[in-house]
């Protein structure tokens, strides 16, 4: 299972401590995981996040690849101009 | 063949400068724009604004026009979808107002008509019933317990419970214990920082020339940084499907950010499937400034301790952005901006999102990003000053390097910051010496840069030249960097090759051209489909050759026999195989869709010289030195070429620009009499320095480089200025007035 970071606006929702233990083989299927463990986080997640895999920042795609030992930060969605 | 990985690092165009493909367009005054076209039977529409910044609409009574043979068609809220939900909803509150006038300019109503006169006419007609409400245009105002509700229901679930309704966004980030970090310091330092909104500044109004007929065919011809989330927004607002929306972007005379948004394109379809003719828009000066986004204003505290030698220990921030009268301000992307360029122990930054009665807020180069270096670089010239340090190498003691675990979160992967910190210390300019009255400034800034959906495709001419379709707006010289790629990639002239931005009918969805996503991610697509094309180019050769794919291979512009085994072929030219493509198997196409990511991070360090007038409070910048990482830069004049207009525009910003209210909430300087953008005297030689770190995620290193250089500007010249003027500057912009109140404050 990947290690889940949450910003802290977000890790106020739930009680456990990060990293939170989320198991997906892709962004898509983790954010999914996530929001089945902690359905707190549902609104939030739909709202729009982006992330980070292994220090790879990924702002849209659901496809991309999340490892076992994977290290994963999750933060609002953000956007440039 | 192997076409997936691209080893090439050694550019034969890449890198080089040829000449612009739209310069002679632009230099005759032949390009067209948004406002250049025409269609037979046009009609030019108008829209009726509110003259209040917060109003119930009682009524609206269009009866005096309804036997006036002038107008043809007149279109409210009534005429849009009225079950949207969330984004979609706010654009459609924000392009036209329902139960309530939100900011001065809201839009009303609109009215199509034979000429612009007759338009302008009729909106004098509408009769509209207001009852003004209290109203607020300060961030800080908006957040108190009494003050003024613009709507109810709108906070992401993110925000606290029991924060005032204005209150829409929270963000917090950060890591360690930053209390047990300031016990460490030797000096803390806080300060409370305020910028008032600043607008994009394009010179091009938004314009479009629409239609729509009743079945909910459209067509739309509009300057946007995104046309194919104009024909979805369109799609959406009208009740229409966005394949049955076709848009073509014109040229586009500046958006940096302001033209993400749409405002104008559904009013002018609503009009046109009224009027059952094609329906012009262009926004007055007056317009784009009361109802086109602004970016934010802001009010910040920052608080840092440092040791005296410089380091860092801990950090604080809290950012409040307001967002006009909805949802969005970037204030998650100030938080997450403010420290990243410092490897910190203990860090903990906060975002607000406010809503007031100003006009939606929209992207603007690094949206967030300026006004937080702004506050954050401050405070370490602050630093500088009380301990005697040196202002590059106290940047340097704490500069993020690969692995450095940012304040956002992650660990940087392949960064530049401290290469631009070193070519800023051995710059010329960092060691001239400072002349009696200037005052020198450096900061540095940071911006995360996007990849996005992306698809395009390469044509082969029979001729042997190419044909790229892209579906991003060229908003800084992506036709000639896309071009350059193809003319690397195929072997031929950078002058074959000819770069089109394609309508939304020709190509898969493509994400609006920000983020400085276009050379990253369009740049990728486009290596990509010129890999897939050469793919195709051996495949045709094996078949003429009546060979398998494996006994053929690619070098410089040719496909040739992979040895003796092979036969004895004469390789073949691009030029050869599409001579006789046509009988050989048809056309031959590259083709590329994806959403990449990884368009890596980027950094840049800025040194300016101002000096202030005392007298008079005015503020003259004697020189500007710009230092960036680039990644790789495709075409070195138009990275140069972003660099000074990140600059420029913060000059603005730092110096003269704002949105004035008054007491009633309305704009009181719509127009660039009174709202004064830097001219070309008031500018210096802005000098460039291109860094080359390389990115990771792209083939040939490529980073975004539209939004970065607009981060550092306004901390850096704050910092000359206050040096210059005596005093530390807290607000924006740095106004002579300003300046010279501020300097009377400080003399009691």
Redesign the interface.
């Known amino acids: 299972m990947a290690d889940v970071?949450l910003?802290?606006?977000?890790k106020?929702?739930i009680e456990d401590e990060s990293p939170l233990n989320i198991s997906g083989k892709t962004v898509g299927e983790l954010l999914q995981n996530l929001v089945v463990k902690y359905p707190n986080l549902k609104?939030?997640v739909r709202?729009g996040v982006s992330c980070?895999v292994d220090?790879?920042?990924?702002?849209?795609?659901s496809t991309?690849t999340v490892f076992e030992n994977s290290?994963v930060?999750i933060?609002?969605r953000?956007?440039?101009? | 063949m192997a076409f997936d990985n691209v080893s090439a690092k050694s550019f034969k165009v890449v890198g080089t400068r040829p000449e612009r493909p739209d310069g002679i367009e632009k230099v005759t005054g032949q390009a067209r724009f948004g406002a250049d076209a025409y269609l037979p039977g046009m009609l030019h529409g108008a829209i009726l604004r509110s003259p209040h910044a917060h109003a119930k609409i009682l009524s609206i009574d269009i009866s005096a026009l309804e036997n006036d043979k002038s107008v043809k068609a007149v279109v409210t809220r009534n005429d849009f979808e009225c079950n949207l939900t969330g984004e979609d909803w706010n654009i459609l509150e924000n392009i036209m107002a329902g139960e309530k006038a939100l900011y001065d300019g809201h839009a009303i109503a609109a009215v199509a008509c034979s000429s612009l006169l007759e338009a302008k006419d009729a909106l004098k007609k509408i009769i509209v019933q207001y009852e003004i409400l209290p109203h607020v245009t300060d961030v800080e105002e908006a957040m108190k317990e009494n003050a003024p509700v613009i709507r109810e229901g709108s906070a992401?679930?993110?925000v606290?419970k029991g924060m005032h309704p204005n209150i829409v966004?929270?963000?917090?980030?950060?890591h360690g214990d930053v209390e047990a970090g300031f016990k460490e310091a030797d000096l803390i330092l806080e300060e409370n920082f305020r910028t008032e909104a600043a607008h994009?500044g394009y010179i091009e109004p938004h314009a479009c020339l629409a239609t729509m007929m009743p079945d909910g065919k459209g067509e739309v011809w509009c300057c946007t940084q995104g046309h194919f989330n104009v024909a979805k927004v369109c799609a959406k607002l009208l009740g229409s499907d966005a394949s049955q929306i076709r848009v073509t972007a014109s040229e586009i005379g500046g958006g940096?950010?302001?033209k993400?948004a749409v405002f104008i394109e559904p009013v002018a379809l609503a009009l046109s499937k009224k009027a059952t003719h094609p329906v012009k828009i262009v926004m007055s000066r007056n317009e784009i400034f009361r109802a086109t986004g602004p970016t934010s204003s802001t009010s910040m505290h920052v608080k840092i301790g440092m040791k005296k030698n410089g380091k860092i220990t801990a950090a604080e921030g809290t950012f409040k952005l307001q967002g006009g009268a909805f949802p969005g301000s970037?204030m998650?992307?100030s938080a997450?901006c403010a420290f990243a360029p410092y490897e910190l122990d203990n860090v903990?930054s906060v975002g607000w999102d406010v809503m007031c009665n100003r006009p939606k807020q929209?992207?603007?180069?690094?949206?967030g990003s300026p006004m937080a270096a702004f506050a954050v670089e401050s405070i370490i010239d602050e630093f500088c000053k009380r301990l005697k340090l040196d202002p590059i190498e106290v940047r340097l003691i704490n500069a993020v390097t690969e692995g450095s675990k940012s304040s956002?979160?992650?660990?940087?992967?392949r960064i530049g910051l401290v290469e631009t910190l070193e070519a800023a210390k051995s710059h010329p300019h960092y060691a001239a010496p400072i002349e009696r009255g200037v005052g020198r400034g450096i900061s540095c800034g940071f911006?995360?840069?996007?990849?996005?959906?992306t698809c395009v495709s390469l044509a082969l001419s029979e001729d042997g030249t190419a044909s790229l379709s892209v579906g991003t707006p060229d908003i800084g010289g992506s036709r000639a960097s896309m071009s350059q790629i193809v003319s690397e990639e195929l072997n031929i002239p950078y002058e074959k090759v000819r770069a089109t931005v394609a309508d939304t009918a020709t190509l898969g969805y493509n994400?609006i051209s920000?983020?400085?996503?276009v050379t990253f991610a369009t740049g990728l697509a486009t290596i990509k489909a010129a890999q897939d094309m050469k793919k195709k180019l051996c495949l045709r050769a094996a078949k003429v050759w009546g060979l398998d794919e494996e006994a053929v291979y690619w070098e410089e512009g040719y496909v040739k026999p992979a040895g003796p085994n092979a036969g004895d072929h004469e390789p073949l030219s691009i030029a050869d195989i599409a001579k006789t493509m046509g009988r050989t198997g048809g056309p031959i196409v590259g083709h590329y869709e994806a959403?990449p990511?990884?368009?890596g991070?980027s950094f840049a360090t800025h040194i300016v010289d101002a000096k202030v007038d005392k007298e008079t409070g005015f503020t003259s910048i004697e020189r500007y030195t710009v230092i960036q990482d680039a990644g790789k830069a495709i075409h070195p004049s138009y990275v140069e070429g972003q660099f000074q207009g990140g600059a420029a525009q913060g000059i603005g910003w730092a110096l003269n620009e704002e949105y004035i209210y008054d007491k009633k909430g309305i704009l009181q300087n719509a127009g660039f009499l009174d709202y004064r953008i830097p001219v070309a005297s008031d500018l210096p030689k802005i000098d460039t320095e291109i860094i080359e770190v390389p990115n990771p995620?792209h083939p040939y290193g490529v980073r975004?480089v539209g939004?970065t250089s607009i981060c550092p500007p306004l901390a850096a010249i704050a910092n000359a200025v206050s040096s210059s003027a005596g005093i530390r500057m807290k607000q924006l912009p740095m106004s002579p007035p300003k300046i010279l109140e501020a300097m009377d404050d400080n003399n009691g």
């Open positions: 970071y910003w802290a606006g977000a106020r929702l609104n939030i709202e980070s220090d790879k920042l990924v702002f849209n795609s991309e290290e930060y933060f609002e953000i956007s440039g101009g | 992401r679930s993110s606290p966004g929270y963000h917090e980030s950060g994009q940096f950010g302001g993400t970037p998650a992307e997450m903990r929209a992207a603007y180069r690094a949206p956002y979160g992650p660990k940087f992967q911006w995360f840069n996007f990849g996005g959906e994400e920000h983020g400085s996503r959403s990511e990884g368009a991070v995620g975004g939004e």
